[in-house]
């Protein structure tokens, strides 16, 4: 039989379990509201189920959904014999994304649930103390606390340990593999997808979801941005803003569009209205950089940057003092990037990048500028975003000649 936990007691060696849905809003998306309601309710359903089976099985004292909030929760599982509640644990998280999981995508298909469901679920082993009923959320456990962390990291469709679970997992540990450190700790993970487990798996998933040793965060874009979301870069700057590109061909032509609304134009004269500098470097049409360039991609770089200084003169005269804020400098080096940089050095900063490549000959045509990937850097990333101010520094200060 089941018991609770006792008001005002302190377990030690509890298997704490965070489990998430992945697919919350594919599903919501998907569905009308009392369908994706439901679908939530049978994914509850099948934890429950899932949970009361394998803690009967095995007789132990304790195993309980302790919160649930929509589409995951909080499960506690504790025993005087750790081992019993180390085995209803992992047997738990293992079928139910093993077997459950993919049931409750076979009967989301029949009943016409559209989207797709994927859980998040991470386990730890560590002491909580226990106010009783209605003092769920009152516990200030930091394994609860490391554990909660730990899931919203957790490779989709895995389950992700901690080392203290590791270390007593016995015969489960072959399941698992070392996938990488999370706040302090060895993290190990066991890979739950269709067909045979592999070597390997383990990092496949976690170098997927957290990249190598040492990475930070930066967003990644297939594409340049819309001018739209450009425009929003422009209007959240408050000092400064340069622009650096072999030819700036398409900012300098939004500057100037007949298109309405003309976003990127409006964000650019109400920046220089509020008193800010926008300095653009663009590659001297005359040098070896700019020749070599254009073989190289097979473009005519000299009449892209020419058609560009056209622009950038349209816009000169046609808003005369207003313009007078916007820079236009050449210089003799080759950027290779495309790059928009926000008030470099502010604690705000952030800058879009995108790094010039070429593709092998016979891919075809070479990929346009515009269709290579884009990445947004700001303060955050440490180094990455310091090493690449530098080189934005580097570019707009050093071999360039101020044209307008």
Not at 207 to 217: I, Q, S
């Given at each position: 039989m089941v018991e609770d936990f006792e008001p005002e007691g302190t377990f030690e060696n509890v298997f704490l379990i965070f489990l998430d849905s992945a697919g919350h809003s594919s599903i919501v998306s998907a569905n009308p509201r009392d369908r994706a309601a439901r679908a939530f309710d049978m994914l509850y359903e099948k934890v429950v189920a899932r949970l009361t089976s394998v803690a009967r099985d095995r007789r132990c004292e304790r195993a309980h959904v302790?919160?649930?909030?929509?589409?995951?929760?909080?499960?506690?599982?504790?025993?005087?014999?750790?081992s019993?509640?180390?085995?209803?644990?992992?047997?738990?998280?293992?079928?139910?994304?093993?077997?459950?999981?993919r049931h409750l995508r076979d009967e989301f298909e029949d009943l016409g649930i559209g989207g797709e469901l994927h859980l998040r679920l991470a386990v730890h082993r560590g002491t909580i103390n226990?106010?009783?009923?209605?003092?769920?959320?009152?516990?200030?456990?930091?394994?609860?606390?490391?554990?909660?962390?730990?899931?919203?990291?957790?490779?989709?469709?895995?389950?992700?340990?901690s080392e203290d679970v590791y270390q007593v997992a016995g015969d489960f540990a072959k399941r698992f593999e070392r996938a990488g450190s999370f706040e302090g700790r060895d993290v190990y993970v066991a890979a739950t997808g269709p067909g045979p487990r592999r070597p390997g798996d383990a990092d496949r998933a976690w170098l997927a979801t957290h990249g190598l040793a040492g990475a930070v965060p930066i967003f990644g874009h297939h594409e340049r941005p819309s001018q739209v979301e450009k425009a929003r870069l422009v209007r959240a700057a408050v000092h400064e803003i340069v622009d650096i590109g072999s030819a700036i061909r398409t900012g300098a032509r939004y500057l100037v569009t007949t298109e309405r609304p003309a976003y990127f134009r409006?964000?650019?004269?109400?920046?220089?209205?509020?008193?800010?500098?926008?300095?653009?470097?663009?590659?001297?049409?005359?040098?070896?950089?700019?020749?070599?360039l254009s073989l190289q991609r097979g473009e005519d770089f000299q009449a892209k940057i020419k058609d560009a200084m056209v622009s950038f003169q349209r816009f000169k005269e046609r808003y005369g003092s207003r313009a007078d804020g916007l820079e236009v400098y050449q210089t003799g080096a080759c950027p290779t990037m495309g790059c928009v940089a926000v008030d470099l050095g502010q604690p705000h900063s952030v800058v879009l990048l995108s790094p010039y490549m070429t593709v092998p000959g016979t891919f075809g045509a070479l990929a346009e500028l515009a269709e290579l990937p884009h990445y947004v850097i700001?303060?955050?990333?440490?180094?990455?975003?310091?090493?690449?101010?530098?080189?934005?520094?580097?570019?707009?200060?050093e071999d360039v000649t101020r044209v307008m």
């Amino acid at each position: 039989m089941v018991e609770d936990f006792e008001p005002e007691g302190t377990f030690e060696n509890v298997f704490l379990i965070f489990l998430d849905s992945a697919g919350h809003s594919s599903i919501v998306s998907a569905n009308p509201r009392d369908r994706a309601a439901r679908a939530f309710d049978m994914l509850y359903e099948k934890v429950v189920a899932r949970l009361t089976s394998v803690a009967r099985d095995r007789r132990c004292e304790r195993a309980h959904v302790w919160r649930w909030a929509g589409d995951g929760g909080f499960l506690a599982v504790h025993d005087a014999d750790e081992s019993i509640a180390l085995d209803v644990t992992l047997s738990f998280a293992l079928k139910l994304l093993e077997m459950d999981l993919r049931h409750l995508r076979d009967e989301f298909e029949d009943l016409g649930i559209g989207g797709e469901l994927h859980l998040r679920l991470a386990v730890h082993r560590g002491t909580i103390n226990y106010r009783g009923v209605g003092f769920e959320g009152r516990m200030y456990s930091p394994d609860i606390n490391f554990v909660a962390h730990l899931e919203k990291v957790a490779p989709i469709d895995t389950v992700t340990v901690s080392e203290d679970v590791y270390q007593v997992a016995g015969d489960f540990a072959k399941r698992f593999e070392r996938a990488g450190s999370f706040e302090g700790r060895d993290v190990y993970v066991a890979a739950t997808g269709p067909g045979p487990r592999r070597p390997g798996d383990a990092d496949r998933a976690w170098l997927a979801t957290h990249g190598l040793a040492g990475a930070v965060p930066i967003f990644g874009h297939h594409e340049r941005p819309s001018q739209v979301e450009k425009a929003r870069l422009v209007r959240a700057a408050v000092h400064e803003i340069v622009d650096i590109g072999s030819a700036i061909r398409t900012g300098a032509r939004y500057l100037v569009t007949t298109e309405r609304p003309a976003y990127f134009r409006d964000a650019v004269l109400d920046f220089l209205d509020r008193g800010g500098r926008y300095r653009c470097v663009l590659m001297d049409p005359d040098s070896e950089s700019t020749r070599n360039l254009s073989l190289q991609r097979g473009e005519d770089f000299q009449a892209k940057i020419k058609d560009a200084m056209v622009s950038f003169q349209r816009f000169k005269e046609r808003y005369g003092s207003r313009a007078d804020g916007l820079e236009v400098y050449q210089t003799g080096a080759c950027p290779t990037m495309g790059c928009v940089a926000v008030d470099l050095g502010q604690p705000h900063s952030v800058v879009l990048l995108s790094p010039y490549m070429t593709v092998p000959g016979t891919f075809g045509a070479l990929a346009e500028l515009a269709e290579l990937p884009h990445y947004v850097i700001g303060v955050r990333a440490g180094t990455l975003y310091e090493n690449v101010r530098r080189m934005v520094r580097a570019f707009q200060e050093e071999d360039v000649t101020r044209v307008m």
